[in-house]
């Protein structure tokens, strides 16, 4: 059974920085997608970044492109999400999710997979 565990979440100022952690546990498929999604208060979930775990390719949301980065770490199973330059606008519960695929989606209709999401509170 796939499990999703997202920790690193908090209240941070505008500016700084935090680092998510999503890990994995029961992923026996050889090709998966990792994304992280987020949902601000009155509103619906959103893309924000993903990762093809067989090849290492990135993408990105516009709204995170070079503010964000994802990466991992092979032997923890686990997928990060560095967030720096944060603004209010990103406040928001931040959520793992995998994609069986093999091909990315931004649309979590395609993720088949959730963890219980962590709260990120960026202040002004």
């Known amino acids: 059974q796939v499990q999703l565990v997202e920790s690193g979440g908090g209240l941070v100022q505008a500016g700084g920085s935090l680092r998510l952690s999503c890990a994995a546990s029961g992923l026996t498929f050889s090709t998966y997608v990792m994304g992280w999604f987020r949902q601000a208060p009155g509103k619906e979930r959103e893309f924000v970044a993903a990762?093809?775990?067989?090849?290492?390719?990135?993408y990105y949301a516009d709204s995170v492109k070079g503010r964000f980065t994802v990466s991992r770490d092979n032997a923890k199973n686990t997928v990060y999400l560095q967030m720096n330059s944060l603004r209010p606008e990103d406040t928001a519960v931040y959520y793992c999710a995998v994609d069986r695929g093999t091909v990315y989606s931004r649309r979590e209709r395609y993720y088949d997979y959730w963890g219980q999401g962590t709260q990120v509170t960026v202040s002004s």
């Open positions: 990762l093809s775990w067989s090849i290492g390719s990135t």
